[in-house]
């Protein structure tokens, strides 16, 4: 099966722009997740989805961010505008079964100069 | 609040050594554990898990134990690989939509 997808893999963006980051579930998994991890530091929790609704958005740092999950499927984040703290490695997640673990993509790096 | 420590790095390690990486948690009620690890220029990939105490979690010849009495999940492989260098993470998943804490990550070298 094809795995979760997201892109761009890299973005360089000057502060004050904004950026809107993808991501493609595994088809099926209700569950998906976005994550970030900022200079080498921990891996922080953003937001859940389930299918199109947000289950959890405790995470989300501030009203600059704005996810959605149209129809349940493809996910977006966007951030604007952006600020040069919002730089780091943007993850996504899907899960079928949560309680058994996620499958992550590769990331989107995501630089504020 | 629920919290996952694991030890810090870089560990250095020679083709063959046994590996230990530790991680403890705090949680409240009964998480699932979890170490996950990424190579270099790819995302994290699940590398075991367990769900419940003294379930044990292998994969790829690490292996690491849901230990409650001492709330830990130390990492272990017996003979470690070139290819074993990434940075490992340890988390653990709470409530009911299974939102996942992390570690820091432990950053693995192995020399050959």
């Known amino acids: 099966e094809a795995g979760v997808t997201q892109f761009p893999s890299h973005s360089v963006i000057e502060k004050g722009q904004t950026v809107t980051l993808r991501c493609d579930p595994i088809?099926?998994?209700?569950?998906l997740y976005w994550y970030r991890r900022v200079m080498g530091k921990e891996i922080k929790f953003l937001l859940h989805?389930?299918?199109?609704?947000?289950?959890?958005e405790s995470g989300m740092p501030n009203n600059r961010f704005l996810a959605e999950r149209t129809g349940g499927t493809y996910s977006t984040l966007k951030v604007q505008p952006a600020e040069l703290e919002d730089s780091g490695v943007y993850f996504c997640?899907?899960?079928?079964?949560?309680?058994?673990?996620?499958?992550f993509g590769s990331g989107t790096r995501l630089t504020v100069v | 609040g629920n919290s996952v420590t694991q030890m810090e790095g870089p560990v250095t390690l020679s083709e063959e050594a046994f590996l230990t990486i530790n991680c403890t948690y705090t949680?409240?009620?009964?998480?699932?554990l979890f170490w996950y690890v990424q190579y270099p220029g790819e995302g994290l990939q699940l590398l075991l898990k367990?769900?419940?105490?003294?379930d044990k979690g292998s994969n790829k010849g690490f292996e690491a134990t849901y230990r409650k009495e001492t709330t830990s999940f130390h990492l272990e492989k017996g003979s470690v690989q070139v290819s074993d260098s990434a940075v490992y993470f340890c988390a653990l998943s709470e409530g009911g939509g299974f939102k996942t804490i992390f570690g820091a990550g432990t950053r693995l070298f192995v020399k050959a």
């Open positions: 367990a769900t419940k105490a003294d």
């Open positions: 949680a409240t009620g009964y998480p699932s």
């Open positions: 989805f389930v299918k199109e609704s947000k289950q959890d």
């Open positions: 997640a899907s899960s079928q079964v949560p309680r058994y673990g996620y499958t």
């Open positions: 088809s099926g998994h209700d569950n």
